[in-house]
């Protein structure tokens, strides 16, 4: 009689109501949460010193002071675009034409990039060419870089857009190495041969993620490496290989997780070419070993697979090593022309202590401007209004946007007056 007289009361019912009105609070805190959704919308952070470069940057390219606004939903979450990016690259991307390149190095390796043509003329009216490095184990059919190339190319800029060794899938490896972290040599033999040529032209340089290291190590290993380039842009870097190796194998935001999918890749990119860079062959590295075969079966992580493989490519004795000289830091400092370093807050791959490298550096030299946005991952930045992105990304206008203006800059600068000119230099 006590049970059905509580049954028939309406304190039970509410007690349930309250148990699911609790459960979806909880639900909606993880979605705000993980969704980032109470992050505030601002423009990027800038870090550079007062210059009359950096006045006229202000000036000329919007985005460096406007807000950028990700797409409402899930755009604060710098996992969701960073997967969405390595996943889909970009939504509705172009197919851009372009002539595929072949250059024998001194090795026996053979370099691939792509060239395509301007399909406007340039805001400056001269012949401008963007030589592009794109991210790890990435090529110039990769969607983020079709879009970003189609994008420049209507601009009016040249395209050339390196390969990685042993990237594309429909390309045998000639000699036993393939990309590392560091190695210039494709990327310089690519600059080279646009150099050579198209002789009026002028080069701006670009690096997404990983690319974004070769290029800054290629311009500050010499000063030849500079002639002709107007200006460079790193999307993404994170500047010392050494520095990052501990941060990724930590669980925090994930990067543990990123870096076993990341190692996943690379091993099948490697094993596609198990013949050429373990078989039978007097020119492979005489370190590399069938060992090191059995050893990369069971990697990881990027580190295993470095230490195994990569590093033994160009003769290093320690991963120490390796990643020591293959990072651009110990070269940032000798890049004169100028340097836009863009990065965002919440990248889940770059540790926020990386971030230090860039902020240091812009705070010395003038000719460095470091762009940190509070949102974009690693290489997202999608813009849209709630669900669906745009094609086009704030990073791909960013970059051309800032070409333009160093464009402009250059040609604007022999008409300075003479106490303009004087400011400058003195500056």
């Not at 997967?83 to 001194?106: D, F």
């Not at 990119?269 to 078989?279: A, K, M, T």
């Not at 390796?322 to 990248?347: F, R, T």
């Not at 604007?412 to 303009?420: G, I, L, M, Q, R």
Request: neutral net charge; hydrophobic residues 40%.
């Amino acid at each position: 009689l006590k049970m059905s007289a509580i049954l028939e009361t309406s304190e039970l019912p509410a007690v349930f109501d309250g148990v699911k009105l609790a459960a979806v609070a909880a639900v909606l805190y993880v979605i705000v949460r993980c969704l980032n959704l109470k992050s505030p919308t601002a423009p990027p952070e800038l870090i550079y010193q007062d210059s009359a470069l950096a006045r006229f940057l202000l000036k000329s390219c919007p985005l460096l002071t406007k807000e950028y606004i990700p797409p409402l939903i899930w755009g604060k979450s710098g996992h969701i675009q960073t997967a969405l990016y390595g996943k889909m690259g970009r939504v509705r991307s172009p197919h851009p034409y372009g002539l595929r390149k072949y250059l024998t190095m001194p090795d026996g390796a053979t370099a691939t990039f792509d060239l395509f043509e301007p399909q406007s003329e340039h805001c400056i009216g001269e012949d401008v060419t963007m030589v592009i490095c794109p991210g790890i184990a990435n090529h110039s059919e990769k969607q983020y870089i079709r879009t970003f190339v189609d994008y420049a190319q209507k601009n009016g800029y040249r395209c050339a857009v390196l390969n990685h060794l042993g990237a594309l899938p429909n390309i045998e490896l000639t000699s036993p190495r393939m990309f590392t972290y560091g190695c210039t040599w494709e990327f310089g033999a690519m600059v080279n041969y646009i150099k050579k040529t198209y002789p009026q032209t002028q080069l701006v340089v670009v690096g997404f993620s990983l690319g974004g290291n070769i290029v800054c190590k290629y311009l500050g290993e010499s000063q030849a490496n500079q002639e002709r380039v107007l200006c460079c842009v790193s999307v993404c870097q994170g500047y010392s290989a050494l520095r990052a190796q501990e941060t990724f194998m930590q669980w925090d935001h994930c990067r543990r997780f990123y870096n076993f999918l990341m190692a996943d890749n690379m091993k099948k990119i490697i094993l596609s070419h198990r013949q050429v860079l373990f078989g039978d062959n007097m020119k492979k590295p005489q370190s590399l070993s069938d060992a090191d075969l059995s050893k990369l079966y069971t990697a990881t992580s990027l580190m295993q697979i470095d230490d195994n493989v990569m590093r033994k490519f160009h003769g290093y004795s320690s991963l120490k090593e390796y990643y020591e000289k293959e990072s651009c830091l110990q070269y940032l400092h000798m890049i004169y022309v100028p340097l836009l370093l863009v990065n965002a807050a919440d990248d889940p791959l770059v540790h926020e202590s990386l971030l230090s490298i860039p902020r240091a550096l812009s705070e010395k030299k003038e000719n460095v401007m470091h762009v940190l946005p509070l949102h974009g991952g690693h290489l997202g930045f999608f813009e849209g209004s709630v669900l669906f992105p745009e094609p086009l990304t704030w990073m791909d206008k960013l970059v051309v946007q800032y070409a333009n203006a160093i464009c402009q800059w250059e040609k604007t600068k022999p008409h300075c007056s003479d106490a303009e000119q004087a400011m400058s230099a003195q500056e």
